[in-house]
């Protein structure tokens, strides 16, 4: 199948290509939440670069869930504005807008929001307490308003941000999620959680707004026979357009035992679909890299590093089969030439070997 190939989801929309932009964090907005214009730069770049599907940096649902500085927000109609201009901005390019919902949990940053962070139970090792059952209600009705807010603003979907440890990874990790009401205790109860978002969200904006998930397998207590078990549910859940896998890397083994012999992207990619499109992330640099991914059975390829290092990379994958990305360390100036504010530029030089030193 080709890169180039036009892919239609379950809502009516389509992205033009194969090519989705990770939601990556970067640090570029106002401490209030409201967009800042080193944000709208970057990611307006690369929906001109010719993304299928431009996603912002994970955006906070609540102010109690901040997990980064300068972290885009959705939790406030003040937000609103900057959420239109930004929308307005990708769907002039014809790329798919897509707001990612995101809670820290656990990882909230307790100095910011002046209080523990939340957890779904009382984590030693962050600080973290235990959300009451009203809390945890509470904060999926923010996930479903944080959903409205976008589509209200002119996104054309969203993505549940269900990977990497935080708030919804936390509700379905056997190890962190140690509750006994209806959100812990069997895997059924611990997708609980997503699953109402998702649920919520269908039901607030309609069939024709788009819904993702986004989920990592085996760190953060998350076992791969339940990644791989959620995975199967999710990519037959009719309310859904895509699942991206955040894999870290798409083609090593898994680590748990009984699933070796295949590498990760087979295990997700063998899983049947209903409707649903399937995309992942990690270790996807170059233009071989994508066609090699998708020639093992993904619907689309998700580029965080190579986007960063290029605003039109998939322009340059398509017009070239034998694309490979700049390879770091690369200088300030370069990464400020492809959107890149300051704030960004900053967090990538903690990235060992990405920005060269001055």
């Given at each position: ?16 290509n ?22 709208f ?8 670069g ?39 901005a ?8 897509v ?11 307790a ?6 962070p ?25 996930f ?37 009401d209806?959100?812990?205790?069997s ?7 997503l ?5 919520g ?10 819904i993702?998930v986004?989920?990592s ?7 791969m ?5 959620l ?43 209903d ?10 640099f170059s233009?071989?890299d ?20 290029h ?21 300030r100036?370069?990464l ?18 990405f920005?060269?030193?001055?």
């Amino acid at each position: 199948m080709s890169l180039s190939k036009v892919l239609t989801l379950r809502s009516g929309h389509t992205l033009k290509n194969r090519f989705m932009l990770a939601p990556l964090t970067n640090l570029q907005s106002h401490t209030d939440g409201r967009l800042g214009d080193d944000e709208f730069t970057w990611l307006s770049m690369r929906a001109q670069g010719g993304f299928g599907l431009t996603m912002t940096c994970a955006a906070s649902v609540q102010y109690a869930g901040l997990g980064f500085p300068g972290q885009l927000g959705v939790y406030s109609d003040d937000h609103i504005e900057g959420l239109t201009r930004l929308a307005e901005a990708l769907n002039k390019e014809g790329s798919l807008s897509v707001v990612q919902l995101h809670h820290a949990g656990m990882r909230t940053m307790a100095d910011v929001v002046g209080h523990a962070p939340l957890c779904p139970s009382d984590n030693e090792e962050t600080g973290a307490r235990a959300m009451t059952h009203e809390e945890v209600k509470a904060t999926i009705q923010d996930f479903i308003d944080a959903a409205v807010r976008s589509q209200k603003a002119g996104f054309s979907g969203v993505e549940v941000h269900g990977a990497h440890g935080y708030l919804v990874a936390q509700f379905l990790s056997g190890e962190i999620n140690q509750r006994t009401d209806e959100y812990g205790g069997s895997i059924e109860n611990r997708e609980r959680f997503l699953f109402e978002i998702i649920d919520g969200i269908a039901k607030a904006c309609g069939p024709e707004f788009s819904i993702g998930v986004r989920l990592s397998p085996e760190r953060f207590g998350i076992q791969m026979a339940e990644a791989l078990d959620l995975a199967g549910r999710l990519l037959k859940d009719e309310r859904l357009d895509y699942l991206d896998m955040s894999l870290w890397d798409s083609f090593k083994e898994p680590e748990e035992e009984p699933f070796k012999g295949k590498s990760l992207l087979e295990h997700f990619c063998a899983l049947p679909r209903d409707g649903v499109a399937l995309g992942a992330a990690g270790k996807i640099f170059s233009a071989q890299d994508c066609a090699k991914a998708i020639d093992a059975g993904l619907d689309f390829v998700v580029l965080g590093r190579t986007a960063i290092l290029h605003h039109d990379a998939p322009a340059r994958i398509l017009a070239d089969a034998s694309f490979t990305p700049t390879k770091p360390p690369v200088s300030r100036e370069y990464l400020a030439s492809e959107g890149l504010g300051k704030p960004f530029i900053d967090y990538m030089s903690t990235w060992k070997g990405f920005v060269a030193a001055e």
